[in-house]
């Protein structure tokens, strides 16, 4: 009787431990930090106009597979955004460009990057977002 308690015990605190694994998301100290470049072309996409940093653009982050974002931030005058407390995991940074190829029924398309936090005081620069307007 005493070693079935004591297994039980056992199993009862392993998954304790194992249920607390935390996943991507919020209440970490890791930082996501980013960039969003704008090239601006004419209606027909046949000749750029000018480029410059993406001032006041929204950026999204999708924690982990989550469906739909989770948070957002909007862009400084340099294009530049930021996540914080973040833990380790996967995320998905996107933000919305005009579709060059104007295939899309709504005239935009959403540009991805995928990345992955290591560590959990870890500050990640993710590769440069380019949007076309």
């Not at 056992?10 to 249920?19: C, E, K």
């Not at 750029?48 to 469906?67: H, P, R, S, W």
Request: hydrophobic letters at 40%; aromatic letters at 12%.
């Amino acid at each position: 009787m005493k070693n079935l308690l004591k297994i039980f015990l056992f199993v009862s605190i392993l998954s304790l431990l194992l249920g607390c694994e935390k996943n991507a998301g919020e209440g970490g100290n890791a930082t996501v930090v980013g960039n969003v470049w704008v090239k601006e072309y004419n209606s027909t996409f046949t000749e750029l106009i000018g480029e410059y940093a993406a001032m006041q653009e929204d950026v999204f982050i999708v924690y982990g597979d989550n469906i739909g974002f989770d948070d957002k931030t909007e862009t400084d005058y340099m294009g530049n955004y930021r996540f914080n407390y973040l833990r380790p995991g996967k995320y998905t940074i996107f933000a919305y460009s005009k579709d060059s190829s104007m295939q899309s029924v709504s005239g935009e398309v959403v540009v991805i990057k995928q990345i992955e936090i290591s560590k959990s005081n870890e500050t990640l620069t993710v590769p440069q977002i380019i949007i076309f307007d």
